[in-house]
């Protein structure tokens, strides 16, 4: 079972049409259409489960420019000035807080790592440093041993996944979006070369635009308007413990990773180790995920299993078959690694004792949709005029997703956008871009 995630009112009637119909309740759907509904446009988003039910809410919480491949940077940066901004736009808390961020480092390679980015991130560095000794051990209370260094960005932060996106849809609601739960998407549609609506398990819904924010669902949903989306699936597991007393912010060690909670307690993950289920969608974009997976192999513990036959990327019948698929997964609950999670949790109790006295609440995993860049996609589709793809956040999509969201709600309106979106552009995949990660961690 997933975390239980704040509740959105449901209740809203299905509209015959719409300027802009959203696929996806996630953090880049709800943002999306909170700012589309500002604008004064007529908005409507369907959600197969319920808002926040798969990634958004199963995230650690970290809202971080440190570590970020360079093309996401001036993204970021506004994300950043808007979570502060969620507050007064929700009329809620949702967790936001500049706790800092640390990337902790054992040896002189870790540091070598760290610096690498440093150096790429130019401009865009505004107080990350390398920090050590006494001013390092500060941020770590009750440690039991000393680290070699950390990268450090104290104007980092954190955010609760299982409360932003749902404020933010109840803001998206109380501004005139219509936020449908329950609601699968079975297909886009088109008419004449270009988008006119979605058809849903609770009728058709015309509109001119469509923003897909399908998360782990959307290369399944871009496949019927001869799409090709590269996009995989990676498991990672995370567990929550109890109230205990304990490190400030959020930090990344090898062995394990934290996040301190508004509840008092921890989100805890191993941080290196995630793992792919093969599908069938593992052979059909291997060749666009060789090089990262030449990069990350170390990291990524490969299995197979039942997702070969069902799942976003199964082989059983999708579209025509009803239920759909979207149907039949409402929400996308993959087992947690717990072993895995266990091993985290002693390592980070070895370093801080205090830990001990927490107890774990629960674990649970989540479906990072993963591009072969790393990048997401938030662009424009050529040939299919009306179509805004909103996706791929490859596992740092939550710290970002305001500013996404803005994003893909300027380029719906086909207003001037917040940041230059050429990186995030769906044509890379098929124009020679080199398919790399550049983040240098
Ligand atoms: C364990 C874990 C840790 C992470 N940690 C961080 C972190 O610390 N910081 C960070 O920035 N990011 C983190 N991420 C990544 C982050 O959670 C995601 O990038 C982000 O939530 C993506 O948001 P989304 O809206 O694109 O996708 P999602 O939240 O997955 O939402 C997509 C929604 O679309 C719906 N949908 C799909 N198909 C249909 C359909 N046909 N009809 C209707 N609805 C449909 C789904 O039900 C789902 O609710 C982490 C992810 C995981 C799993």
């Avoid at 004064?40 to 650690?60: F, M, P």
């Avoid at 950043?80 to 736009?89: A, D, G, I, Q, S």
């Avoid at 596992?395 to 086909?414: S, T």
Wanted: net charge positive; aromatic share 6%.
């Amino acid at each position: 079972m997933g975390p239980a995630v704040e509740p959105v009112p449901v209740g809203d009637a299905v509209p015959e049409r719409a300027d802009v119909a959203i696929v996806g309740g996630g953090i880049i759907g709800v943002s999306t259409a909170l700012f589309l509904a500002r604008e004064g446009l007529s908005v409507v988003l369907c959600e197969k489960g319920h808002v926040a039910g798969e990634q958004s809410s199963r995230n650690w919480g970290w809202c971080r420019r440190m570590g970020r491949d360079p093309r996401e940077l001036p993204l970021i940066v506004e994300a950043l000035k808007l979570w502060p901004e969620m507050e007064r736009l929700t009329g809620e808390d949702v967790g936001f807080r500049r706790s800092g961020i640390l990337y902790l480092c054992d040896d002189e390679r870790d540091v070598a790592r760290r610096e690498v980015w440093l150096k790429r991130a130019g401009d865009h560095v505004l107080d990350t440093r390398m920090i050590q000794g006494a001013e390092l051990a500060a941020l770590l209370p009750g440690a039991t041993r000393a680290f070699k260094a950390a990268l450090y960005t104290p104007s980092d932060g954190r955010a609760e996944p299982q409360k932003a996106a749902p404020a933010i849809a109840r803001a998206a609601q109380r501004a005139g979006a219509a936020i449908l739960q329950n609601c699968a998407v079975r297909a886009i549609s088109t008419a004449g070369g270009r988008i006119d609506g979605v058809e849903t398990e609770r009728g058709t819904i015309r509109a001119a635009t469509v923003v897909l924010a399908g998360g782990a669902w959307s290369s399944r949903l871009c496949g019927p308007l001869g799409l090709r989306l590269p996009q995989l699936g990676v498991r990672a597991s995370v567990l929550r413990t109890s109230p205990v007393d304990g490190p400030e912010g959020a930090a990344w060690a090898n062995g394990f990773a934290y996040r301190k909670r508004l509840d008092g307690g921890y989100t805890i993950a191993d941080g290196t180790t995630n793992h792919h289920h093969i599908v069938p969608d593992s052979f059909r974009f291997l060749a666009d995920f060789l090089p990262i997976l030449a990069l990350e192999w170390r990291h990524v513990g490969v299995r197979l299993g039942g997702d070969f036959l069902d799942g976003p990327a199964g082989v059983l019948p999708g579209r025509s078959a009803v239920p759909s698929r979207y149907e039949r997964y409402r929400t996308l609950d993959p087992q947690p690694a717990t072993k895995l999670l266990d091993h985290a949790l002693d390592r980070m109790r070895a370093v801080f004792p205090a830990l001990r006295q927490a107890e774990v609440v629960q674990r649970w995993a989540g479906i990072i949709d993963a591009t072969p860049d790393a990048v997401p996609v938030i662009s424009t589709v050529e040939t299919v005029p009306g179509l805004v793809i909103a996706t791929g956040f490859s596992g740092h999509g939550f710290g970002i997703g305001p500013g996404a969201g803005r994003l893909a709600a300027d380029l719906a309106l086909g207003k001037a956008p917040l940041v230059d979106p050429s990186a995030f552009r769906f044509s890379r995949f098929g124009d020679g871009t080199p398919m790399r990660p550049t983040t240098g961690l």
